[in-house]
T-cell receptor, first 112, second 113 residues
Framework: DQQVKQNSPSLSVQEGRISILNCDYT??????FLWYKKYPAEGPTFLIS?????DKNEDGRFTVFLNKSAKHLSLHIVPSQPGDSAVYFC???????????FGTGTRLTVIP | ETGVTQSPTHLIKTRGQQVTLRCSSQ?????VSWYQQALGQGPQFIFQ???????GRGNFPPRFSGLQFPNYSSELNVNALELDDSALYLC????????????FGPGTRLTVL
């Protein structure tokens, strides 16, 4: 049973525009959420995270929004750059556990 | 600061064989987790090691086993390989047992024929 879902396998965006990547989860025990970026032949790289006590966290061009009632989070990238082209994984954790649950990923392509 | 390294990069085995994958954690990190990423899927948690003891396990059979050494490096062993074991195996390290922000290595691509 997939507890973290990314329903869009791919997304294409023009350079300079906003990229919005979405993620849904089913387990109400999750209280920490992360986004990872993965380039080919490399491991996932931590990008940004958010605790369930917040609804927004911002780091430069990257902002993550959390809607706990809808069990939904999103990653906004503004402005998008060609170097942002990668696969983005949403992940979630229950503080009492010691593992991450990952979505299936969204491949973002930023078109110059 | 040295990041997480894994060896080998690629590996081809046949069904029924055994395989050992290796991981060196990022300097200063004492906790290592292993994940399996099948094609088109997200990483799935196999198990975690802390202070040389298994500390949590995902939904993987006992033929998946591991070790952690005093220098915090780790091995993943898989016995009686099956075709479905073909995947990218990722190692991740953290600096304390409950840290959610895990730092990943580049992975080992295992192909079982």
């Amino acid at each position: 049973d997939q507890q973290v879902k990314q329903n869009s396998p791919s997304l294409s965006v023009q350079e300079g525009r906003i990229s919005i990547l979405n993620c849904d989860y089913t387990n109400s025990m999750f209280d920490y959420f992360l986004w990872y970026k993965k380039y080919p032949a490399e491991g996932p790289t931590f990008l940004i995270s958010i605790s369930s006590i917040k609804d927004k966290n911002e780091d430069g061009r990257f902002t993550v929004f959390l809607n706990k009632s809808a069990k939904h989070l999103s990653l906004h990238i503004v402005p998008s750059q060609p170097g942002d082209s990668a696969v983005y994984f949403c992940a979630a954790s229950d503080t009492g556990a010691n593992n991450l649950f990952f979505g299936t990923g969204t491949r973002l392509t930023v078109i110059p | 600061e040295t990041g997480v390294t894994q060896s080998p990069t690629h590996l081809i085995k046949t069904r029924g064989q055994q395989v050992t994958l290796r991981c060196s954690s990022q300097s200063g990190h004492n906790t290592v987790s292993w994940y399996q990423q099948a094609l088109g899927q997200g990483p799935q948690f196999i198990f975690q090691y802390y202070r040389e003891e298994e500390n949590g396990r995902g939904n993987f059979p006992p033929r998946f086993s591991g070790l952690q050494f005093p220098n915090y490096s780790s091995e993943l062993n898989v016995n009686a390989l099956e075709l479905d074991d073909s995947a990218l195996y990722l190692c991740a390290s953290t600096d304390h047992i409950k840290s959610e922000e895990q730092f990943f290595g580049p992975g080992t691509r295992l192909t079982v024929l």
